[in-house]
């Protein structure tokens, strides 16, 4: 999928251009000078549909973690960038839970 921020005065010709190509598309208002197009998969594009015409900052922390794997960031980038949003939205301590790596090293240190 692809997200590409434009000018309000070029939609038209956009969307003209991708539905004679047949490709999948979603535009949202960002200003009245902008608009944010999403294309590609038609999957995709239902996903993005279904959070509604809202602004990409009004995202949740869920909703701006799929819309980076489904523009193709690196996953552990994205799995940083949620955790650290929902940190900021749930403060709340979490219950610590050991990771593999922890767990492996600690058994090599046992040996």
Do not use: W
């Not at 921020?5 to 939609?11: C, D, N, V």
């Not at 940190?87 to 240190?109: G, M, R, T």
């Amino acid at each position: 999928m692809v997200l590409h921020t434009m000018l309000a005065g070029q939609k038209d010709e956009v969307e003209k251009l991708l539905k004679k190509r047949g490709i999948c598309f979603f535009t949202q208002n960002v200003t009245l000078n902008k608009i944010n197009i999403f294309f590609g998969n038609p999957d995709c594009i239902e996903v993005i549909k279904s959070f509604g015409n809202i602004s990409l900052s009004e995202y949740s922390p869920e909703q701006d973690f799929i819309l980076g794997i489904l523009l193709g960031y690196d996953s552990d980038i994205q799995c940083k960038r949620y955790l650290s949003k929902k940190d900021k939205v749930n403060p709340y301590p979490k219950p610590y839970v050991a990771c593999q790596k922890e767990v492996l090293l600690s058994k090599s240190v046992e040996r």
